[in-house]
């Protein structure tokens, strides 16, 4: 796109990109002025940068503390790298806020302008509508948390996967690749893509010559890395994330809903505790992997199930526990909606609701209202169109299945920011009337 092209487009969306760049300049600096910009995991990123610059030491923690192998391989560096670059500017957190507010608003007009490249029309006031109401766009782009890079990552590889399938051009598909390798060094939910993308690369082997053997950038990339972990710490592993994870939260909450409380801190603990006589890290991890699996295998099925409601819930999740960390309301630390849903159901839900401060209780059901509505326009969009979306549409599509897929269990609208604006777009796209719809081209 040459420059007059680009003045076309900003123009063509003036009213849009003044609300975006507004909206953000209102979150960041309310921020800014109620200052602590940091969340439980925010203290993991800031001290691998700490220790990164202090002594080039890529762990997690604090060094002077007794070590612990898991903050090894916990939190993937590209994010703390991201915090000491930023930081440099103004020698303070804010500039890195700024940075990914401009990320944040790029992520937005480049995931616009993607849809635009298939779409005649994509109507305005649904979308402002859309995002005014997606909170949790603007809370992540003002904390110290790797969302809005990682969503940033997503929507170059995605408009990447468009050039690919218009211009066959191979040094697309090498950016393809080295921005996979930035996802996972990002957040290790997308290491495990470097198998879906050797299945892409042998189909896009049809568009350009040869396409498959660029899979091995990022799979090469992928065991190097952990191949890196084993030499610090002895066990094989991307990162002791999936661990922590899979005991503290999946199983942890799957047994609450089913059995109680009570049972599951009692689980929980028997296999902290038998882990713990294990003499290597390595057969630690291991034996917290086997454990907890154990117990997911012995009701799969009803494990498959409330995965796949985790996972719906994490599009309607209005975000109680964000805004709450955002906007400094005490007891920030205290257990949200899903915790007590998990124990209590729906009535324990809404009874923890009643206690909320007045701001939190204007703002949820709003915020649930659009969720839904966001919700039916996506599953919308997919009935309608299924048949004539463009490919890069569905490369998309896979991407969102992809991280509900591996984030779905804790439902939570967290994991839903790194594909926002996607998802959003298909949503508006959804109440968007046939004529209005119309594809440009359904060459791709």
């Known amino acids: 796109m040459n420059e007059n092209s680009y003045l076309s487009f900003f123009s063509s969306n003036k009213k849009l990109f003044i609300i975006i760049i507004l909206t953000h300049c209102i979150f960041l600096f309310t921020k800014i002025s109620l200052g602590h910009f940091y969340l439980a995991d925010s203290h993991d990123y800031y001290s691998l940068a700490e220790n990164i610059k202090n002594s080039f030491e890529f762990y997690s923690a604090q060094l002077n503390a007794e070590i612990n192998f898991e903050h090894y391989t916990k939190r993937p560096p590209l994010y703390s790298l991201f915090i000491l670059v930023f930081s440099f500017f103004l020698n303070s957190e804010i500039s890195v806020l700024i940075a990914q507010n401009i990320l944040s608003i790029m992520s937005m007009f480049l995931c616009i302008k993607l849809f635009k490249a298939y779409y005649k029309q994509i109507n305005q006031n649904i979308l402002v509508l859309f995002l005014l109401t997606s909170v949790s766009q603007f809370i992540y782009s003002n904390l110290l948390m790797s969302e809005i890079l990682f969503q940033f990552l997503i929507i170059v590889l995605c408009y990447l996967f468009h050039h690919l399938i218009t211009k066959s051009n191979k040094y697309h598909l090498l950016y393809f690749q080295i921005v996979i390798v930035l996802l996972f060094l990002t957040k290790p939910v997308f290491y495990l893509f470097v198998l879906p993308n050797i299945i892409l690369c042998v189909w896009l082997s049809k568009y350009i010559k040869k396409a498959f053997l660029f899979s091995l950038i990022p799979l090469t990339a992928c065991l190097l890395y952990m191949n890196w972990n084993y030499q610090r710490t002895g066990s094989f592993e991307f990162s002791s994330i999936q661990n922590i994870n899979l005991k503290n939260y999946n199983l942890y909450y799957f047994h609450t809903n089913k059995y109680g409380e009570e049972y599951a801190l009692k689980v929980k603990s028997e296999i902290t505790e038998q882990a713990s006589r294990k003499t290597t890290y390595a057969e630690q991890q291991n034996e917290i992997r086997k454990l907890s699996l154990s117990y997911i295998k012995q009701d ?41 849903y998990n124990i209590s159901g729906f009535s324990g839900a809404i009874n923890y609701f009643r206690t909320q401060p007045t701001l939190i209780l204007i703002l ?74 119309l594809l440009i081209s359904q060459q791709n």
């Open 300 to 340: 799969w099925l009803s494990y498959v199930y409330m995965h796949i409601i985790g996972g719906i819930k994490m599009f309607i999740d209005p975000g109680r526990f964000d805004l709450y960390n955002f906007f400094e309301f005490k007891n920030t630390s205290e257990v949200g909606f899903l915790k007590h």
């Open 364 to 437: 949820i059901p709003i915020v649930l209202l659009f969720n839904i509505l966001k919700l039916i326009g996506f599953t919308l969009f997919w009935k309608n169109n299924y048949k004539t979306a463009p490919k890069a549409y569905w490369f998309m599509l896979l991407i969102i299945v992809y991280i509900t897929a591996l984030t779905g269990f804790i439902g939570a609208s967290r994991f839903l920011v790194a594909v926002l604006p996607i998802y959003l777009l298909f949503a508006v796209l959804g109440f968007s009337r046939k004529k209005k719809a």
